[in-house]
C-alpha cells in the first residue's frame, strides 16, 4: 500500500513569509509525528498526535510553528514569519498507534528561507 | 533528558571488513532502542529494533545496559550497505530521540 506522502517535496519562502507544509499518513495510522532535520544533524522530534488530539508539542522550537490534525488523518506543520534558521528538512511519521510501534517516515519536505 | 551519542560521522570499510556503528545512550529509564537507515534518495525506515531481536541484512544490535550502548555491527560489509544510519531511543512515549547519524561507505 501507499506509504507516508508528503508535501511539497521542496519549498523556497523568503524570511517572513508562511509556509505550510502537508502529510498524509499511512491510511489508519492514529499515531503521527513531526520531525525537523537540520543539514548534518539526526531527526529532531516536534510534535505528536494521536488521531486528532496532538499530545505532545514539547519539540516545537517557538510559537511561530503549529500543527494540526483536524479530522485525525492529513496533518499540517505551518510557520510563521519564517526565518533563515527554520531551514531544515521536515519529516512526518505515522505508526498504527501503540506505544513503540514502528514509525514509518515519509520522504520529507525540504524547506529553504531566504 | 534522554541523549542519543553517535560518535562517528563516517565510517569507512572495505567489502567484506567488518562494521560496528557506535551508539550510546543517556536515559534513566529503560529505554526502547533502534537503528534507523536511510539509503541514498530514499526514506528514513527501520532497520531493527532492540527488543525483536531479530538479524535484518545480517545486522546485529545488542543492548548493553551497563554500557548504556547500542552498538550496530556486521561480521562482512557489502557495498549496498553504505547508507546513513541512526540510533534512536524511544522513552516510552512513541517520540524518538535519534544521534546526529553515522554515514557508513563500504568501498570495493
Known amino acids: 500500500g501507499a506509504g507516508v506522502s508528503q508535501s511539497p517535496r521542496y519549498k523556497v519562502a523568503k524570511r517572513g513569509q508562511d509556509v505550510a507544509l502537508r502529510c498524509d499518513p499511512i491510511?489508519?495510522?492514529?499515531?503521527l509525528f513531526w520531525y525537523q532535520q537540520a543539514l548534518g544533524q539526526g531527526p529532531e522530534f516536534l510534535t505528536y498526535?494521536?488521531?486528532?488530539?496532538?499530545?505532545?508539542k514539547s519539540g516545537l522550537p517557538s510559537d511561530r510553528f503549529f500543527a494540526e490534525r483536524p479530522e485525525g488523518s492529513v496533518s499540517t506543520l505551518k510557520i510563521q514569519r519564517t526565518q533563515q534558521e527554520d531551514s531544515a528538512v521536515y519529516l512526518c511519521a505515522s505508526s498504527p498507534g501503540q506505544i513503540t510501534d514502528t514509525q514509518y517516515f515519509g520522504p520529507g519536505t525540504r524547506l529553504t528561507v531566504l | 533528558a534522554q541523549r542519543v551519542t553517535q560518535p562517528e560521522k563516517l565510517l569507512s570499510v572495505f567489502k567484506g571488513a567488518p562494521v560496528e556503528l557506535k551508539c550510546n545512550y543517556s536515559?534513566?529509564?529503560?529505554?526502547?532502542l533502534f537503528w534507523y537507515v536511510q539509503y541514498s534518495r530514499q526514506r528514513l525506515q527501520l532497520l531493527l529494533r532492540h527488543i525483536s531481536r531479530e538479524s535484518i541484512k545480517g545486522f546485529t544490535a545488542d543492548l548493553n545496559k551497563g554500557e548504556t550502548s547500542f552498538h550496530l555491527k556486521k561480521p562482512f560489509a557489502q557495498e549496498e550497505d553504505s547508507a546513513m544510519y541512526y540510533c534512536a531511543l524511544d522513552s516510552g512515549y512513541s517520540t524518538l530521540t535519534f544521534g546526529k547519524g553515522t554515514m557508513l561507505l563500504v568501498s570495493p
Open positions: 491510511s489508519g495510522h492514529v499515531s
Open positions: 536515559y534513566s529509564g529503560s529505554p526502547e
Open positions: 498526535f494521536q488521531n486528532e488530539a496532538q499530545l505532545d
